[in-house]
């Protein structure tokens, strides 16, 4: 049912980023139009560091899409930052376990001392963002979240195994 949740949630944000780019008028006249983590943004308030993802919607997909408002538009610069990212993965993999949906809440969404496994394989830190953020829903079959002393008494270890379907 939580997966079902959070596949109905990104498909709501979707019309819901539709209409704040027809509501901000002012970024619309601008000859391109930069839409940052479903908002439209003037090209100077882009953080270049803040940058995950970047990239150009244009020709029949610009518009069939939710970047379809004004015929004028060649083009729409789409960009997802680190933090919308990490927030979408967090989201996903919430609706997949309850203890870490609880972990994040009492730690204000901080993850950096998880330690993320995929089929016993552990993502390196960097790999962490993308991996995660590009992985679909419908692929996981679980996440299992565990906290448990360090080694010699030192802190918590936290890990977050998850189960994806393979082969398809």
Partial sequence: MRQVLIVVSLFCLSFICKGQVKDNQDYLKASKLYIVDGIPVPKEKIKQDDIL?????SGKKLSEGIYDI???LDSVIVIVTKQSATKQYQIKLSAFSREYESYLKGHNNKD???QY?????PLEKQEVLNFLYKLPPEKII???FTERPGPNGTGTQKTVIIE????E
């Avoid at 994806?164 to 082969?167: D, F, I, S, W, Y």
């Fill in 53 to 57: 993802i970047i990239q150009t919607v």
């Fill in 70 to 72: 004004r015929p004028d």
């Fill in 112 to 114: 950096d001392d998880i």
């Fill in 117 to 121: 496994i995929v089929h016993s394989d």
């Fill in 142 to 144: 679980g996440v299992t």
């Fill in 164 to 167: 994806t379907k393979v082969g």
